[in-house]
């Protein structure tokens, strides 16, 4: 269509590389191939985040891999900004100088 669009991420592995480099190379592609990304980008990013997650799962068990990732991402589609994250990674945006809270951090004392 004649959408502008574009995306962004950020992984931060732990206890490894693994599912980081893997989610990197993988949730982008489950995004852009979502059904949903035209109509409902957000459901098409917290979907492709599970997906994502499962893919991982199963590639990890099989591989015996033992490493876990936070992840946030930014879609942008014309003039609409879409968010997801996972873990503890957070975002900020900057509008005239001024910080603009996009989402509430995951924290241990948050339900």
């Given amino acids: ?4 669009r574009a ?17 990197a190379t993988h949730l982008h592609v489950n995004v852009g ?3 949903e990304i035209v ?3 957000a459901k098409a990013l917290k979907c492709s985040f599970q997906k994502t997650d ?9 591989e015996k891999l033992r490493s876990g990732t936070t992840g946030v991402s930014a879609l942008i589609v014309g003039n609409n900004l879409h968010i997801a994250w996972l ?3 957070q ?4 509008q005239q100088g001024k910080a603009v809270t996009l989402m509430e951090p995951h924290k241990p004392e948050r339900e």
Wanted: avoid cysteine.
């Fill in 1 to 4: 269509d004649d959408t502008d």
């Fill in 7 to 23: 995306y962004f991420a950020v992984f931060d592995g732990h206890g490894g590389v693994d599912a980081a480099n893997y989610s």
């Fill in 33 to 35: 191939l979502h059904e």
């Fill in 39 to 41: 109509k409902n980008p």
């Fill in 54 to 62: 499962e893919m991982f799962l199963f590639k990890a068990k099989r």
């Fill in 87 to 89: 873990g503890d990674s």
């Fill in 91 to 94: 975002v900020m945006l900057v």
